[in-house]
């Protein structure tokens, strides 16, 4: 089942406020926007560094000059009608704008208020600038990726700005509308890459309490040591994702190559796997990746493609699950997670910047007057699109 717009589902009628920014606020937006939240953007002034693209979806936008009192007054009155507010700038900067929780608190005592930093809140190096690639290195995430002796592999900014951030900033403002609609109160995320990342890390620090982890890189059952849990190149210089950590997966994968189990060796021999990763890797070396995955497809064997994310849009796997929107220019992701009561999408519209001042600006309870009155005064900037 389809539809045109992801606005039925459960977040309907939630009203978020999100200040402009990159990465991870702007993301937590999109998820929430999916599930049928209405998100208002506050733009600003002059050009971006990223031009609203996937995380714009579902979106409204408004362009409002912060550094005007107007402006703040009329974000104010948004922030009024609002349920949650997402900030990701430097810890103190909205309170200097007049926008800070304890005066959006004042217009709204229910509304959750959710920040977005890589350091928190406070701390030494709340301050400070920094990266995903600083956050996740602060945690003992970069350190355990890549080959041993030679520099960390940072992965993308999927494991920090995303994982540990955006991931958390929305478990924590959902979690405080469930609290709100129990105590009619208002709350403040505190939503920081570094905190998040490291209660990722959790599953490593329960191995390495059971004594089953080391800090040492390619030495442990997921970070490549294990010659049955890593990637081989094929023929046609492509790779095959190998993950059969469990024996009756391995035992599958070794039915379908052509390695005697006796020369192989045992799978938890280690001091037979670099002579299994030499095996492994002669063997996968002489087919195309196409053709092992024709071999492995439908197996238990946990042997499947690596794929590049324009193959990965038309995998058949993936295209049976709709898990993609080709919608204009814009390669969408689809919906997730995937909720009984809400319809996939077949179309996202993207935000125009400050597109929606109109709009947001009477819904909010302006009159015509009133918003002629602003763009006058240079607190909004009417889209000249």
Known sequence: ??????????????????????GPGPYA??????????????????????PKAIDGRGKKSIILDLKKPEAVAALLKLVASADVLIEGLRPGVTERMGVGPDACHEVNPG???????????????????????????????????????????????MIGDFGGGSMFLVNGIL?????RARTGKGNIVDAAIVDGTNSLMSFVHGM??????????EANLLDGATPFYRCYMTSDGKFMAVGCIEPQFFAAMMERLPIDNDIYGGQHDRAAWANQH??????????????????????DACVTPVLDYVEAATHPANAARQAFVQDGRWLHPQLAPRLATQP??????????????????????????????????????ANKD
Do not use: C
Request: charged share 15%.
């Open 1 to 22: 089942m389809t539809d045109s717009s992801p606005k039925s589902g459960p977040l309907s009628g939630i009203k978020i406020v999100e200040l402009a920014g990159i």
């Open 29 to 50: 937006g999109q998820l929430l926007a999916d599930m049928g939240a209405d998100v208002i953007v506050i733009d600003r002034p002059g050009g971006s560094i990223v």
């Open 111 to 157: 509304l959750i208020y959710g920040r977005m930093t890589g350091w928190g809140q406070t701390g030494p190096w709340s301050q400070m600038a920094g990266h995903d690639i600083n956050y996740i290195g602060m945690t003992g995430v970069l350190n355990a990726i890549g080959k041993d002796g030679q520099p960390p592999v940072p992965p993308l900014n």
């Open 175 to 179: 979690a405080a509308l469930v609290e």
């Open 208 to 217: 390495a309490g059971l004594g089953q982890w080391r800090t040492q890189r």
């Open 278 to 299: 030499e095996m492994l890797e002669d063997v996968f070396a002489t087919k195309t990746r196409d053709e092992w995955e024709a071999i492995f497809a439908g197996t």
């Open 344 to 381: 996939l999408a077949s179309h996202f519209d993207i935000a125009t910047k400050g597109g929606d001042y109109a709009a947001i600006l009477t819904e909010a309870g302006l009159g015509h007057e009133e918003i002629s009155q602003l763009i006058a005064a240079g607190a909004v900037v």
